[in-house]
């Protein structure tokens, strides 16, 4: 399979399995002329980093992640580690995030939206407000 047959079966640009090559993650076949030629295990390989950069994995966990996968003695309690200390990073954001939105709501709510020059949410950013949280 050449480049663009990869890419539409993986779901994955051909700019992102060029970078995933580059940096290691697939290793495709060349053919004499120099053009990259797949086989159905760098598919499998594409399908795998595709769904766990969609999960949010780095790149260095996709690394980890795929050194396990190969590596049939593996313990899956590496594996789940890997897998909760992430999730634990998603809880963290979500976290961030609900307190960004209540800010902000409050914020919103607070502000008249008419004529008039005041503004809590402007008066919030630059600090010369006071601060709802």
Known sequence: MNIGDVSSRSGLPAKTIRYYEDIGLIKPLRSANGYRSFVAAD?????????????????????TLMALYRDESRASADVKLLAQEHLGK??????????MHDTLSELVTS?????????????????????IS
């Open 43 to 63: 598919l499998h390989r594409l399908a795998f980093l595709g769904r766990a950069r969609a999960l949010g994995f780095t790149i260095e966990d996709c690394r």
């Open 90 to 99: 998603i809880e963290t954001k979500i976290r961030d995030l609900q307190m």
């Open 111 to 131: 502000c008249a939206g008419d004529d008039r020059p005041d503004c809590p949410i402007l008066s919030d950013l630059s600090g010369l407000g006071s601060t």
